[in-house]
């Protein structure tokens, strides 16, 4: 059974930052490409960005050059960088293990519980 945990929600106000974590158990760290995601309220879950084994991201032109992607094996841990936050980046946060099709919710197999982010303006 693979295990992920994230961390590290909060609320900030517009222009600030927040670093979520993602701890994974259970499994071979490293051995599945692994992604981001994030739902509002009343919106379908959509594809933050993600990074394949190898240490590839790729990013959402709603989120790039604003939030990075990058991951510590040692302490089997996916983090989200965001900064530069809007209120529109108000949602659930979720990582995901087990696909190499980025942006495709329904191909990865495990995902952690989420957590809250909040932007206010």
């Known amino acids: 059974q693979v295990y992920l945990v994230e961390s590290g929600g909060g609320s900030v106000q517009a222009g600030g930052s927040l670093r979520l974590s993602c701890t994974a158990s259970?499994?071979?760290?490293?051995?599945?490409?692994m992604g981001w995601f994030r739902q509002a309220p009343g919106k379908e879950r959509e594809g933050v960005g993600c990074?394949?084994?190898?240490?590839?991201?790729n990013y959402a032109d709603s989120v790039k050059g604003r939030f990075t992607i990058s991951k510590d094996n040692a302490k089997n841990t996916l983090y989200l960088q965001m900064n530069s936050l809007k209120p529109e980046d108000t949602a659930v946060y979720y990582c995901?293990?087990?696909?190499?099709?980025?942006?495709?919710?329904?191909?990865?197999?495990?995902w952690g519980q989420g957590t809250q982010v909040t932007v206010s303006s």
């Open positions: 995901a293990a087990g696909s190499e099709f980025c942006y495709i919710a329904s191909a990865y197999n495990y």
């Open positions: 259970g499994y071979t760290y490293n051995y599945y490409d």
């Open positions: 990074i394949s084994r190898d240490g590839i991201t």
